[in-house]
């Protein structure tokens, strides 16, 4: 909760600094540091003057919960990062600390819930045998693959399926039951299940990467040609400068609509792949001058100064503004296509 509200305070600077390339292959590389020890390469134990503290205050411990509550967050918060940064671009374009520390404490008791319900059940749960050796690689699993979905955003599509394809086969080999494991018909089935699935869409991964990129064969489509057609078609064009975006604007006397990207930003991202090649957005951006203003680097000068003037507080961030500056609207965070198209013909109405 301390770290939450410490978040919402501080609005899309936390955001941001999550989402930055060192941050996030930190976090993936934690991630499959202790995949590895999910899987039994080395144990990770809580050191002994913790643990006899912790036993010391077993039996009235509020501060001892209070000091468990914030190891957890910190190790947690980077599974919930990207719903964090969402929530934190939301908390900027709203502008009020009591309205993101209001969402951040909803959020924490909704993580929280988990922990009550597993503590009230406790007495309900199944007792501890070989299937918990299971339950704990198949945590290792997740995490490698977390690890993948979370870092995918800065990898090519290239390295981000042979990874997955390498993490499925890899374990779906080794994840065939022995019978001298010892385990129960439903965990043996369970792990057959895992096993054949995972190779069969590892195999696909792996075999679809090599002859679409051209590892073994001279590269090829898929899609018939429908990728050469997708790129021959209609799409937005975009300026790269404000300076360029207000003299264009004036000339022909649209309004800007000016997109606040970055090569770290995996929402900025969706909003180019899915939502600015929707056909009805292609055919609305015709009647603004689009400008993508590249906000890479956060500690430029003018990076700083054209955020500042158009009240950028996070990524993606599009505005909609006439060339003197006065905006007409604009939208912050993913948005799907229907609700932008909204967006661009309430800015053009406000046009007049």
């Not at 969402?86 to 922990?115: C, D, T």
């Not at 051209?214 to 429908?226: N, T, V």
Request: aromatic share 10%; hydrophobic share 50%; glycine share 16%.
């Amino acid at each position: 909760m301390l770290f939450r509200s410490f978040a919402g305070v501080t609005g899309a600077l936390f955001g941001s600094w999550l989402q930055s390339p060192v941050v996030v292959f930190g976090i993936a590389g934690f991630f499959v540091v202790m995949g590895f020890s999910m899987f039994g390469f080395f144990d990770i134990g809580v050191p002994s003057f913790i643990a006899n503290r912790m036993n010391a205050n077993s039996g009235g411990g509020y501060v001892g919960a209070v000091l468990l509550g914030c190891i957890g967050a910190v190790l947690a918060g980077p599974c919930s990062g990207p719903v964090v940064a969402s929530i934190l671009a939301l908390i900027g374009q709203k502008g009020e600390v009591g309205f993101g520390g209001g969402l951040m404490f909803a959020f924490a008791l909704g993580m929280g819930m988990i922990f009550l319900v597993t503590g009230a059940a406790g007495g309900w749960l199944p007792q501890r045998g070989a299937w918990m050796v299971t339950v704990k690689k198949s945590f290792g699993v997740v995490l490698w693959l977390g690890a993948i979905f979370y870092a995918s955003s800065h990898l090519s599509t290239t390295v981000t399926a042979l990874s997955t394809a390498a993490v499925l086969l890899v374990t779906g080999v080794f994840g065939w039951p022995d019978p001298e494991d010892g385990e129960g018909m439903m965990i043996v089935r369970a792990r057959q299940l895992y096993a054949v699935v995972a190779g069969i869409v590892g195999a696909y991964l792996l075999l679809g990467t090599l002859a679409t990129q051209g590892f073994i064969l001279p590269a090829m489509s898929m899609s018939g040609g429908g990728a050469a057609t997708a790129d021959a078609g209609p799409k937005i064009t975009w300026v790269r400068t404000e300076a360029e975006a207000i003299e264009l604007a004036k000339a022909s006397g649209k309004p800007m609509m000016i997109d606040f990207t970055a090569e770290w930003c995996q929402a900025c991202h969706e909003m180019e792949r899915f939502t600015y090649t929707d056909a009805a957005v292609i055919a609305q951006a015709g009647g603004f001058v689009t400008a993508m203003i590249d906000c890479t680097e956060k500690a430029d000068p003018g990076v700083l100064a054209i955020q500042k003037k158009y009240g950028v507080s996070g990524l993606p961030t599009v505005v909609f503004a006439m060339p003197d500056g006065r905006v007409l609207g604009g939208t912050v965070g993913f948005v799907k296509a229907p609700d932008f198209i909204v967006e661009m013909k309430k800015a053009l109405e406000a046009k007049g």
